[in-house]
């Protein structure tokens, strides 16, 4: 039977699973579709988040030289991209930078680290600026994104104060081959797994725009909301030059909304957050964006500029919403965190 959005929304609304045929009908909304899916997505929104914008903040602990080959990365391994190459920050550098964002309104500070995984003194050097952050800034939620866990390393982050972890799926089982060669999408689901049993929030998302079709994207969401991850990232594709994916222009700004209204229906009560690429793939619609996902980064992202921080709390207000946590009142009783599993942050260096 013929569905409308909707009907859709209703659906969700009573708690039903998104089936495949409605994904699939969702992606191919046409142009002049594009408003209605907005909003009918934006009444999921609304009905799970209010008129918060949840602000997050990335500080990149450590930049570059990662011997991973993952191909839309600009730390990749052979990488030729112009970016800023260090090796871990000092922690008051971490606490100076994550003043900033937290006093532009971000309530979520995510540490990332470049490479295949943390050794043991990198989660001692975590654990130190987790705990100097926390002085500093005691009601402030830390997510770690810091690559590929082994056992008992998110016990460690957790019992050091490390409220989430994120490790993104980025895109479909069958086509991560594709895009890396260094490490599987089992890996990566092994690692939300194991940050879950940890007591970290799950925090994992994707990367579009890297030539997935329909299905393959389908499939990602699906297992995304099969992974029950707390908060989904989603990264729109920079391509930059140096990398495989150099000149790699798939997105367009009504496609970007497609997504995201994707991602929303499949996973309605869930923080799904704009990510790396969202200025430069929706451009003007990225206050429509705001009606579909309820979260951002702030400002700037690891290896690349977003627009200036005050642009975007301008946008946000602009838009008729209001930053989660800055000012108090009644309504945040009816704002749920969405954290289900205690704490929830981008791809390990994502492609930002
Ligand atoms: S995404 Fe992470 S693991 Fe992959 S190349 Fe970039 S920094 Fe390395």
């Known amino acids: 039977m013929f569905k409308t959005f909707d009907d859709l929304v209703e659906q969700q ?203 393959e994207l389908v499939d990602a969401v699906f297992a995304l909301r099969d992974l029950d991850s707390d908060s989904i990232p989603i990264n729109f594709l920079m391509p930059f030059d140096g990398t495989p994916f150099a000149d790699t222009w798939l997105l367009d700004p009504r496609r970007c909304l497609r997504i995201l209204a994707l991602a929303r229906f499949a996973c309605p009560a869930t923080e799904i957050r704009l990510a790396g690429g969202r200025e430069m793939h929706l451009r003007s619609l990225q206050p429509l964006a705001l009606h579909v996902a309820n979260s951002l980064f702030l400002g700037d992202y690891l290896t690349s500029e977003g627009q200036a921080a005050k642009a975007d709390l301008d946008m946000i207000a602009d838009a008729g919403f209001r930053v989660l946590g800055t000012q108090p009142d009644t309504d945040d009783v009816r704002v749920p965190l969405a954290l289900r599993h205690r704490g929830a942050g981008t791809d390990h260096a994502p492609n930002a």
């Open 13 to 215: 609304l009573a708690g039903a699973q998104l089936e495949r045929e409605d994904a699939l009908a969702v992606l191919a909304a046409t142009d002049d579709q594009v408003l209605d899916l907005v909003a009918a997505a934006a009444r999921l929104r609304r009905a799970h988040f209010g008129d918060r914008v949840k602000v997050n903040y990335l500080v990149n602990l450590k930049s570059g030289l990662c011997p991973e080959d993952c191909t839309y990365c600009s730390q990749r391994l052979g990488s030729n991209a112009e970016i800023l190459t260090y090796s871990w920050l000092s922690p008051d550098k971490v606490v100076e930078q994550a003043t900033a964002g937290i006093q532009g309104g971000a309530s979520r500070v995510c540490l990332v680290a470049s490479g295949r995984g943390p050794g043991s003194r990198d989660i001692d050097r975590v654990a130190t600026v987790v705990d100097e952050l926390k002085s500093a800034h005691p009601g402030v939620e830390v997510c770690a994104c810091l690559g590929l866990l082994k056992e008992g390393q998110a016990d460690r982050l957790s019992a050091a104060g490390v409220d989430a972890y994120n490790h993104n799926l980025n895109t479909s089982e069958d086509r991560y081959a594709d895009i890396c060669s260094t490490h599987t999408y089992s890996d990566r689901v092994d690692t939300v797994e194991l940050a879950k049993r940890g007591g970290l929030s799950p925090c994992s998302g994707l990367i579009v725009g890297m030539g997935e079709s329909d299905d």
